[in-house]
Nanobody, 117 residues
Framework: QGQPVESGGGLVQAGGSLRLSCVVS???????????MGWFRQAPGKQRELVAT???????NYSDSVKGRFTISRDNAHKKVYLQMNSLKPEDTAVYYC????????WGQGTQVTVSS
């Protein structure tokens, strides 16, 4: 089924921006395109939570905690998913992962996002 590879995290000050990328290169393109893809995050001591999803045709949804600040997008031809994060807050600090909304792919290593106050 393929394993997502996430990148783009880092250390940023509150109010800053980051753009995360995810590629599921080993997935069959038609399989990837059939999935609603999402970005999840897991902060220390907390459960992994779904923060954004996007359908094959680009319809997106967001958790209340990131709505208006984060934008999810995807490139179906290259099996990629992106997360543009603006106006970052310290509470956005977490390891970020991408997967289908039903978690059908194996989990990748994630990418660490740290927001300093």
């Amino acid at each position: 089924q393929g394993q997502p590879v996430e990148s783009g995290g880092g250390l940023v000050q509150a109010g800053g921006s980051l753009r995360l990328s995810c590629v599921v290169s080993r997935a069959i393109t038609s399989v990837f395109n059939s999935k609603v893809m999402g970005w999840f995050r897991q902060a220390p001591g907390k459960q992994r939570e779904l923060v954004a999803t996007i359908t094959r045709l680009g319809s997106s949804n967001y958790s209340d905690s990131v709505k208006g600040r984060f934008t999810i997008s995807r490139d179906n031809a290259h099996k990629k998913v992106y997360l543009q994060m603006n106006s970052l807050k310290p509470e956005d600090t977490a390891v970020y992962y991408c997967n289908s909304d039903t978690r059908e792919f194996s989990w990748g290593q994630g990418t660490q996002v740290t927001v300093s106050s």
